[in-house]
């Protein structure tokens, strides 16, 4: 699965699959929704086979001066150091006041979980596929279908039906021109209405074909300059073969007329 703490990749990467907004208050889930997101975009995640990068969650969670960058807190109208805030009474007493939603939503667009009476409804079923549809749902190169198969999770029973942990079969898709960034651009939010998005082509792509187009000009230009150039050149050493036989015949035709003078003198 995809890791928030260890993610490379390519820019359009982020814009097919942005970090969706509406998650408040999810902790667990919004790596794995977003891993299955860019799963069904085309996306391919890869695992080192060793550990590169390690997280002290009982150090960092259990300090409230590093879990908070150490700052000071609001203690009703007085402020007072972290060392000083009782931070863990204060969650609890806050805990009850705070949404849900951003984990239902996870469920929503997943399909994890049994489906609860709220989603069956005809109304809500619609804004289900709404949201789905939307820029922070559900690739089309991907079903979640195939998702389910390549992972081994059971999304319905959450639970891990097969363990697929090894070398696993890719699972291949039809891919998009400019990495599908203007097919999920022209996807608004939930039922939102928006334009066909078309991307604009790469300016240096442009520039190096203007320039591919002009030396191709110029490589033609010079092909038939030298071809001009080769015509003139072969007319002029026709034009000079021509006079050079015109000179020899003459000279021949004067030669036989003088004999004939000559001849004519001796009889007389």
Not at 90 to 116: H, P, Q, W
Not at 117 to 140: C, M, Q, W
Not at 203 to 228: G, P, Y
Request: glycine share 10%; aromatic share 10%.
């Amino acid at each position: 699965m995809w890791g928030a703490g260890l993610s490379f990749h390519r820019c359009h990467a982020e814009i097919n699959v942005p970090v969706d907004p509406y998650l408040d208050n999810v902790f667990d889930g919004e790596e794995g929704s977003r891993g299955i997101r860019f799963f069904t975009h085309g996306y391919d995640v890869y695992t080192p086979d060793r550990v590169l990068v390690t997280h002290d969650y009982h150090g960092h969670q259990s300090n409230p001066v590093v879990h908070t960058w150490g700052g000071k807190r609001n203690k009703g109208k007085k402020q007072v150091p972290e060392t000083e805030w009782d931070w863990w009474q204060d969650i609890k007493a806050n805990r009850g006041s705070l949404t849900i939603f951003g984990s239902r939503r996870v469920n929503m667009i997943l399909g994890f979980g049994k489906k609860e009476k709220l989603f069956t409804d005809p109304s809500h079923t619609i804004e289900i596929d709404r949201v789905k549809a939307s820029r922070y749902g559900i690739g089309n190169k991907r079903t979640l279908e195939q998702a389910e198969k390549f992972t081994g999770i059971n999304f319905t029973a959450r639970k891990m039906d097969v363990n697929k942990c090894g070398n696993l079969l890719w699972v291949p898709y039809e891919e998009s021109s400019n990495y599908g960034v203007g097919d999920i651009l022209s996807r608004g939010h939930s039922g939102e209405k928006t334009n066909v998005y078309q991307v604009a082509p790469d300016a240096n792509a442009a520039v190096e074909a203007l320039d591919t187009n002009q030396a191709k000009v110029e490589v033609s230009i010079q092909r038939d300059v030298v071809a001009f150039d080769d015509r003139n050149t072969s007319s002029s050493m026709d034009c000079k073969l021509l006079g050079g036989l015109c000179f020899v015949v003459i000279a021949v035709l004067l030669k036989i007329f003088a004999g004939k003078q000559k001849m004519d003198n001796k009889k007389h």
